[in-house]
Nanobody
Framework: QVQLVESGGGSVQPGGSLRLSCVAS????????MGWFRQAPGKEREGVAT????????YYADSVKGRFTISRDNAKSTMYLQMNSLKPEDTAMYYC???????????????????WGQGTQVTVSS
């Protein structure tokens, strides 16, 4: 079992920045793919970004490409999401997720990820 805990959410004005963190604990000795998802009220959960265990490959949803950066520090069992130039439409609950093994190319699929955090709220408003 892997436990994931997100932090770093908050309220920010449009154009602002936030950095989310996700700390993994438990049976994390295997390599695993990690990703960030988000869910706005009344909408389905959507993939934001994903990163392989060795950080060799990343994928971003078109809506965040060029504004968000995903990274991870395996020595600290931590994944990050740097979010810049935030827009009101980025407002959502952000979730960290993980699955043992490699990442699949293309858009993130919710059902593929095994482990989930409880989420951290991001609100972008003037």
């Amino acid at each position: 079992q892997v436990q994931l805990v997100e932090s770093g959410g908050g309220s920010v004005q449009p154009g602002g920045s936030l950095r989310l963190s996700c700390v993994a604990s438990g049976s994390i000795h295997n390599s695993y793919c990690m990703g960030w998802f988000r869910q706005a009220p009344g909408k389905e959960r959507e993939g934001v970004a994903t990163i392989t265990h060795g950080s060799f490959w990343t994928y971003y949803a078109d809506s965040v490409k060029g504004r968000f950066t995903i990274s991870r520090d395996n020595a600290k069992s931590t994944m990050y999401l740097q979010m810049n130039s935030l827009k009101p439409e980025d407002t959502a609950m952000y979730y960290c997720a993980a699955v043992t093994g490699g990442c699949e190319p293309g858009p993130l699929i919710v059902a593929r990820f095994t482990y989930w955090g409880q989420g951290t709220q991001v609100t972008v408003s003037s």
